[in-house]
């Protein structure tokens, strides 16, 4: 079948601290900090960190809960684990890095032929750094991580299911994914023709309890899929209700880019993602980047509020966005085409206002 999907978007994370997040992802894993804002669905202010490369490029992007106020409970119905492309050979020197930072890893493992180290993030999710050839994006390094062995972007996704039958039927006739290999319980599926973020594996786990589904630290919360138009957005949403989805969300306003919802058979909750024209850079020039708070539109009357409500973060200094090192002839990130252009359909957009200052 003719897809919609181009590739994973973005990856949402459940993490705790807010501190310890992102002392975690620029330091340890040496990600850009893209973005600081805030949770825009509740009443309660919670920090929505981005993390990504050098471009900020779909499908490179994590972003991050820090939900210190409840614990979450891993397990199957959830990504499992979220795995970022890393060049080839280079697993030696993420095994050592890991170790001197002292993050938990099970070493240097095997699967589908190709060389991978999985660690743990503070809050306990499961991440990976796979090997993979051929992976052009433009990694973001810092004093510690030097382009030959910095991530990429996403290389996939891991998700934990109890059957694999209906989550597989999910992935190809509702997402257009083709199945392309067992590995033990591993059955891994790619978008075709996408050329990077494109991988999905289903972990075969049917005595695993389910995960929960609520905010929570320590779990992954959802997996978003890149579309080109809100036109697309809608036609996924008509696919799904087509092969009985029915509980697909209205179309959120995420101000950075339109999203809608989907609780897939297996539990994984899937989101699909439009950017809007502008994307990152609505709000900031290219070298702010990630320096400063930043909240849609329609919150910034209450930004006293919700600043006294957040816990304070200390951006190491380090690892904050620096253009002016990028490599000879590389555009601006600014400067460079926007990746999903909108057409002109008119999509009526759903929108969280919570009045923050009552609960201040």
């Given amino acids: 079948m003719e ?14 601290g807010a501190q310890e997040d992102v002392d975690f992802f620029t330091a340890v894993l040496g990600q850009r900090l893209v973005k600081q804002t805030v949770l825009m669905d509740g009443s309660i202010p919670v920090y929505h960190f981005y993390y990504g490369n050098a471009d900020a490029d779909i499908g490179s992007v994590m972003t991050c809960f820090p939900y210190s106020r409840k614990p979450g409970r891993r397990g199957s119905g959830q990504i499992s684990v979220t795995s970022y492309s890393v060049p080839e050979g280079s697993t030696e020197f993420w095994r050592d890095h890991l170790d001197r930072y002292g993050v938990e890893h099970d070493g240097i493992q095997e699967r589908f032929g190709a060389r991978y180290i999985r660690l743990r993030h503070p809050a306990g999710m499961s991440l990976e750094l796979a090997e993979s050839r051929g992976d052009t994006r433009r990694a973001w390094t810092t004093h510690e991580i030097s382009g030959d062995a910095a991530t990429r972007g996403f290389f996939g996704a891991v998700m934990s299911v109890r059957d694999v039958t ?8 509702a997402l257009g994914f083709r199945k392309v290999g067992v590995d033990g319980h591993h059955h891994r599926f790619e978008i075709p023709g996408a050329e990077f973020c494109r991988t999905i594996e289903l972990l075969h786990e049917p005595d695993l309890p389910p995960g929960s ?13 890149n579309v080109e138009t809100d036109d697309a957005l809608l036609r996924q949403k008509a696919l799904y209700e087509e092969l009985g989805y029915t509980d697909a969300s209205e179309v959120k306003d995420r101000f950075y880019f339109h999203s809608m919802y989907v609780r897939s058979p297996g539990g994984v909750l899937v989101e699909c993602t439009a950017n809007v024209p502008g994307g990152f850079y609505l709000d900031e020039d290219v070298d702010q980047l990630g320096r400063n708070l930043n909240l ?17 973060v200390v951006v ?32 009526l957009l759903s929108r969280t206002r919570a009045d923050f200052a009552s609960r201040h």
């Fill in 316 to 347: 190491p200094e380090a690892n904050r966005p620096r253009p002016r090192n990028a490599p000879t002839g590389a555009l601006p990130v600014a400067a460079m085409p926007i990746a999903s252009p909108q057409n002109d359909s008119v999509v």
């Fill in 213 to 225: 589904w609520t905010f929570g630290a320590g779990t992954t919360h959802h997996i978003a899929f």
């Fill in 3 to 16: 897809t919609l999907i181009r590739g994973i978007h973005h990856i949402t994370l459940c993490p705790g």
């Fill in 296 to 312: 849609p539109p329609w919150y910034e009357d209450q930004r006293s509020d919700i600043l006294a409500m957040l816990e304070p």
């Fill in 166 to 173: 209906e989550q597989e039927q999910f992935l190809t006739e």
